[in-house]
């Protein structure tokens, strides 16, 4: 049945203690495809590429790499056979250069064993130059963009001679121009006969780059699309195994007062911005990734100095010093990124949704009082139904949309008045992504105002009363509800005139 | 959703099982000893090692705090060495004891805050900064004699303070009880606990959340240079006189505790360091009694620390 696959893994099955992780799961790669796995968190897309690492061993199930069986036990394994795999965050050292990167651990050696760097560097060079990339190799990475920093990973991987390139969410920190120039790249290494495997959570991405799509559900394959047959829609009706409902849409609630209201505010990148959140309300901000929406929180929740401006409060100016001003005033932050900002992850739930609000809790003495913290915690686990076996889980056994329920905990056990979400739904699958909208449309009908910080367009569409679009930490246009539109944000987002 | 473990290396997967392990072990060297060692297996020995752990207890519940809020000290020893030395000159100089303890308190309390301020508000490295400011303390320590004991004049009151006993309980017992139980209910059932814990497990995540993280790390390095002048002034009050030794044992002893405890319970805690002050005391008591030169139980207790450092603390990530 070889049809020249390069890569071929049939009846892949994997458990771990309690959990089906694959059952039966089969897959092929041919020579110069871009081939994407998709799938909900939790789908066994990891597994499966932990597998073929060799970061697992598969229980059942053949491995055939270029027509010839292969078993890996280690991830060395997997290398000598021209398996390797770029993550989000590429392994590499920042402080080293480009050359050194590139060859750490795998070091071109000279004579008495001393390292050959002109041959590196040279090796190096025609690397980059056959896939038409211009890169500094000499100046140590951490000086490099984000997707030069990949661009560095995958050279890596090239000069090990790699066939099977695994992109494991590659395209996360990077900006839509950036993205551009990683997919040049990827064409490029397709024409030298190079095979793709690609995850993505954005499918448009996937859509653009890939020749074929293969779904997995449940640890299951669902199956495999060509690139032509596919369409959005097609593709999330098979990952969530059930056709989509209607999109998602705040209920309009009526406005209340203003609560938060900013006037010139400036502060590192951020220049002159002035807005305000009534009760009732999600206010909106989006525009491109560094565009200064996650550094305006920042100053406004007082993690970063504040130069110029003010703050108000009910109408009467407030100072915000610190994240404890902020917490004092009714401010709450859902930070950018829940695992290291927004949770203790080595701590019990219970612990993690007191944490901002530990008065509450304790008696005059200081003393917490366990039995309310627990009635508390369990309320917060019925009413947001967080997925966890205990309260007295840690929070870092929790699934990513789980987490953030907990992240929504302490916030609304803080009683706030402003909710500051600075993109709560990353890397939380489709489910849960809509059970958090309505958890927030639910917070704004108890007349607390929300800050919704988002690059993705289509949840700022189906959830704002207004949209904020940034530039340059600058707000760079406002639009309504009604008049927004996708089209309208991106152009604006982009700063291209013309789009009234 | 899968099951998912933090342990890395031949521990893997042993989980809960690694509590058993520790206390089997205790076990083991508990009975081991009581074989071989003529008079181990009685009251008055297991007596002999609740009143000899005192002291290395004590200093060591300092160093749990500094270690659960997530920062190293270097300097505690010493600490105890200065705080030791103060309390006895002004002791033997004005004869009053309590004014001598109170001296030497403060000192630990002013030793303490120097540690906190540098490392926590002024952001600077912990184990360099205690390394550095260890060694000025056991510096000035010399100024009160020159290096010479302190013995004289101390009144017979000073010894009490070891020796003495209240009821059928010792004195240092009395105060290592009541020590350990405010620093239980600190970190167990206190909100200040939960803010010295989210501190030292994720900095970053306790600022978001409204923690005053610079208070946390400056009140534990406060607490253990306190505990650790506790010590060294028992140490003085044990041996009825001090010298500027006292505390340069301290590190490796409290050190091989706190890890140990934390080996054992898969974190820093209260319990976790007396239950490692307990197999040490057990371990070092049985050696003494056996008659072991004491550079043997030093290599015992170094070899402990490593085993505890290998099979028990979860690693740091970077």
Redesign the interface.
Known sequence: MNNGAILEMSGICKA????R?LKDVDFDLMPGEVHALIGEN?AGKSTLIKILTGVYTKDAGEIKVGGRRAEFNSPRDAEDVGISAIYQKPNLVLEFNGVENIFLGDEIRGRFGIPDWKKMAEKAHSLLQDLGIQISLYVPIHQLSPSERQIIAIAKALSQNASILIMDEVTAPLSSKEIDSLFALVRELKKKGCSIIYISHRLEEVKEIADRNTVLRNGKKVGTLEAKDLDVETLIRMMIGEEMEEKFFKEKVPLGKPILAVKGLSGGMVKNVSFEVRQGEILSFTGLIGAGKTELAQIV?G?DPKEKGQIYLDGREIEIN???D??VHGIY?A?EDRM????????ELK?NV???D??K??NRF???N?RLEEAVAREFVTNLSI?TPSIRQKV??L?GGNQQKVVLS?GMFAESKIYIFDEPTTGIDIRAKKEFYVLMADLVKKDAGIIFISTEIPEVLALSDRILVMRKGEIHKEFTREEATMEKILLSSFGIKGEE | MSTKTDDIGFTRGLGNRKRYLFFAALAVIYIAFSVFVKGFFSWTALGNILVEISIPSLVSLGLTFVIISGNWDLSFGSVAGIASMTTCYVTSITGNMFLGILSGLMVALLAGIVNGAFVSYFGLSDVIITIGTGSIYFGLSYLYSGGYHIHENLGDSFGFLYAGSVGPFPVPTILLGAICLGAYITFNRAKIGRAFYSTGLARTAAIFSGVNTEFCKMLAFVICGLLAGIGGILTASENKSAWVLIGQDYLLTDYAIVFLGWAIFDKPSVIGTLVGAFFLGTISTGFVMAGVPFYVRNLGTGALLLIAITIGAERQES
């Not at chain 1, 771990?16 to 959990?19: A, H, Q, Y």
């Not at chain 1, 290291?340 to 701590?347: A, C, F, K, R, S």
């Open positions: 771990f203690p309690g959990v992780a939790g929740f993690i610190s994240p404890r902020a917490s932050l930070p290291t900002q927004g949770l203790v992850l080595d701590m612990e007191t944490l901002n530990r008065d809790v304790a200081g003393l917490i366990t997925a870092k056994f699934s302490k």
